[in-house]
């Protein structure tokens, strides 16, 4: 046995799963390993050893093991065992991750009481892990099992890990929205949303709109430095494409966010702003799109009776209709990035790309304050012109199961920038090509017809807005300039689509779009690395 200290390392021979173990504790490694040491002494470490590190521990409970009968020789020998379960992680396939349990079976009660006081002092000393949690749940989203899912996967780990909260049903859209702004939130230290990506925006708006009406910010000035929240939000995936969950833990599994949530992780993402005519519309985290992806959800708005079949329903109405639209597209480069589009290299937990990219970001920013480089509004803007299928702007890889790369596989989450996708007029067959490839690990951007810039700012006018601005519209090209039956396989030309911003529908033809550098934390850690699934438990 080791020293009483929790500074200093535990060692023991405990018994697990029947078999004898030698078992150590490191406080400055913060590891718990054990393994087989069926000999005298403790032995050394063989290729079965297990570990699990403290941050990954649930909770550490004493085991009542009065009226249990062992039949086994070697309990018999323990006349009054002693026992402590470690609740804890397991790594599953596919980022998945367990609740597993570990039963650690003591001689002495001595020495079961070190065990459970050691680790429950350095269960203490994670400062990062919530004590206490807002949860809102919407009993109607996806397939309407939020509320079961919440009381099966999530609550029995909350109650495990001493977590208290506060939970509100939804019964109207925008009612977290509108609570988040009436409550006191600072007795919380984070809000918890149990539903797609729908819920998760409706807090979003909230957590961000409170946020800056506390700080004094004008969240409708377009270049309005936005503050961020103190508060982390974690994400119950009950929708029916989590994409923001997908993208940032590597699944959409109830249990798998919870876990995250009890752990404490924290993982800063960008928001972008989107304005028009110094109004703000909305915020978007993942998917802004134009053309191809505004018509879907425009279209299957009208046809909520179909479920989730309208989104399949809409999306080949809106490839066989195949509209393409004419405009403008300008930008800024994002030249504080270190990644590119199509450099391949995805963002992961620990991102390099988006710690660098922060830093050099603020340096440019403290060097345009002081006047040694060009402030933004004399930076060098690009422009791009012509007639689209779609304009697609990503602030993540957009990756769901349907497409496990995403709209942007390289996208990162908090470098401060958004991946920019044009698509331009091109033939049906040309366009499934380009659609297909978001299911596989080809390069989608490999096409004459596609381009794809990083950036940090951009604006949109399509031409009927031009058009109007200049007089020179003429009443009858914008009346029949969608109809083209004498030419049916051509891209038809139509005056405005909408856009698809996370999900909902804007109708303005023209906006200003900027990416707010880590504005928003989650309880993530980004996804790790094919890391092999635990053996332990």
């Known amino acids: 046995m080791g020293a009483t200290g929790a500074a200093e390392p535990l060692h023991s021979v405990l018994w697990v799963k029947q078999q004898r173990c030698a078992v150590s504790l490191e406080p400055a490694r913060a590891v718990l390993r054990w393994w087989r040491s069926p000999g005298p002494g403790a032995g050394a470490p063989g290729a079965d050893a297990c570990s699990v ?55 002495e009660e001595q020495l079961c009481h070190l065990w459970l006081q050691t680790l429950r002092e350095m269960l203490e000393k994670l400062t990062s892990r919530p004590k206490h949690l807002l949860v809102f749940i919407n009993p109607f989203g996806g397939k309407g099992q939020g509320k079961r899912i919440y009381e099966r996967k999530v609550a029995p780990l909350f109650t495990l890990a001493s977590i208290t909260t506060d939970i509100i049903v939804t019964e109207h859209a925008n009612q977290a929205k509108e609570t988040l702004y009436e409550i006191n939130i600072d007795k919380y230290d984070g809000i918890v949303c149990v539903g797609g990506d729908g819920m998760f925006s409706e807090v979003l708006h909230g957590l961000i709109g409170r946020t800056q009406r506390s700080a004094g910010v004008d969240q409708n000035h377009p270049r309005a430095v936005l503050v961020p929240s103190s508060l982390r939000i974690g994400i119950i ?88 639209y004419e405009g403008t597209v300008s930008f800024l480069p994002a030249q504080h990035t270190v990644g590119s589009p199509r450099d391949g290299k995805p963002c992961r937990a620990g991102c390099f790309v988006c710690r660098q990219s922060r830093q050099q970001l603020e340096e440019e920013q403290k060097k345009a304050l002081y006047g040694l480089e060009a402030a933004e509004d004399v930076e060098e803007w690009q422009v791009v012109c012509g007639k689209f299928l779609a304009i697609n702007a990503t602030n993540m890889s957009c990756a769901c199961r349907r497409s496990p790369g995403g709209l942007s596989p390289a996208a990162h989450l908090g470098d401060g920038s958004s991946d920019l996708i044009l698509i331009r007029k091109c033939s049906r067959f040309n366009f499934l090509r380009f659609l297909i490839r978001h299911t596989n690990q080809q390069d989608q951007f490999d096409f004459t017809f596609v381009e794809v810039y990083r950036v940090k700012k951009f604006q949109f006018t399509s031409k009927h807005v031009e058009d109007e601005d200049s007089d020179l519209k003429e009443g009858g090209k914008k009346r029949f300039g969608h109809i083209c039956s004498s030419h049916p396989s051509c891209c038809c030309a139509v005056s405005n689509s909408s856009w698809n911003c996370d999900g909902e529908v804007l109708h303005s033809p023209a906006i200003e779009v900027r990416v707010h550098c880590q504005l928003v934390r989650l309880f993530a850690r980004g996804i790790e690395e094919n890391l092999k699934p635990d053996s332990h438990s």
């Open 237 to 324: 995936p009950a929708g029916s494409t989590d994409c923001v969950c997908y993208s940032t833990v590597g699944t959409s599994d109830a249990e798998t966010s919870a876990l995250h949530i009890v752990v404490g992780d924290s993982l800063a993402m960008d928001v972008s702003s989107v304005h028009h005519n110094s109004t703000l519309l909305r915020y978007s985290v993942s998917l802004l799109g134009y053309g191809f992806y505004g018509d879907i959800i425009k279209d299957s708005e009208k046809k909520r009776w179909l479920g989730l079949a309208r989104y399949d329903f809409s999306g080949l109405k809106t490839f066989l209709s195949h509209h393409c």
């Open 53 to 107: 590190p403290v941050s990954e521990i649930i909770a550490v409970e004493e085991t009542d093991v009065h009226g249990k009968h062992h039949s086994s020789g070697k309990w018999q020998k323990m006349e009054k065992p002693y026992a402590f379960t470690v609740h804890c992680v397991k790594r599953a396939r596919r980022h998945r991750w367990k609740w597993a349990q570990v039963t650690f079976w003591c001689p």
